[in-house]
């Protein structure tokens, strides 16, 4: 092994490590949960593949009393962990969608987006967007048989409240295509500030500082 591989290049306590020779340690939300039915909420999931070349990605949940002859709203959620760790797979998150899905009886498509600092932003921007726009064109059986597009939510947490929030403001603009948005929840949603942030600044190369939309919301 190179005696440099172990080099540190940047380091961001709590978060992540990235040595020079490119590799990235996660520090948290690196597990990968398996699909299948939930013991205890008796919400079923699978993951979905939307780009095999960039692996960008869903985790979708159903319901226990999902039936074909009632459609059910639609949650796209969109994970948090500040744009460079976790996933839709990682035990927490795996374990608060299926908790939304049964106890709000709705379809939850869980974005799996590419984390920076190795894809910078705004390419998380891009991944879910590509992902939102895969569902109105998706003939994925659970979700043409159980998922009511007229009835459509965006929410996220943290990180993924701010890609929810860019998500709803460029369909707006763009449009949803099939989809109908009747609303979004964001919680505790991460929206820049008049200060400094050096996180940021190295996960998004092209950040427009404190005039950049994509982090400070007007």
């Not at 949940?61 to 839709?88: D, E, R």
């Not at 920076?116 to 921007?125: C, F, M, S, T, V």
Request: net charge negative.
């Amino acid at each position: 092994m190179d005696q440099n591989s172990n080099e540190i290049l940047r380091e961001f306590p709590n978060l992540f490590r990235q040595y020079k020779d490119g590799r990235i340690e996660r520090f948290i939300g690196t597990e990968i949960t398996p699909t299948g039915t939930d013991q205890l909420t008796g919400v079923q999931s699978k993951d979905i593949t939307i780009n095999a070349d960039t692996g960008v990605g869903a985790r979708l949940y159903l319901p226990p009393n999902a039936t074909p002859s009632q459609k059910l709203p639609l949650l796209i959620y969109i994970h948090g962990g500040a744009f460079c760790i976790c996933s839709p797979f990682s035990l927490g998150y795996n374990r608060h969608a299926n908790n939304i899905a049964a106890a709000a009886n709705v379809v939850v498509f869980s974005v799996h987006y590419r984390l920076a600092p190795e894809h910078p932003l705004p390419i998380a921007y891009d991944d879910t967007w590509e992902a939102i726009q895969w569902i109105s064109e998706s003939s994925d059986p659970w979700l043409k048989d159980h998922a009511d597009y007229n009835v459509v939510f965006f929410a996220g947490d943290s990180a993924g409240a701010n890609l929810a929030h860019n998500m709803a403001m460029r369909g707006a603009s763009e449009g949803f295509g099939a989809l109908k948005l009747q609303g979004i929840v964001l919680i505790h949603p991460f929206f820049g500030n008049d200060e400094k942030d050096e996180l940021v600044e190295y996960l998004y190369p092209s950040y427009g500082g404190f005039n950049d939309p994509k982090i400070h919301a007007a």
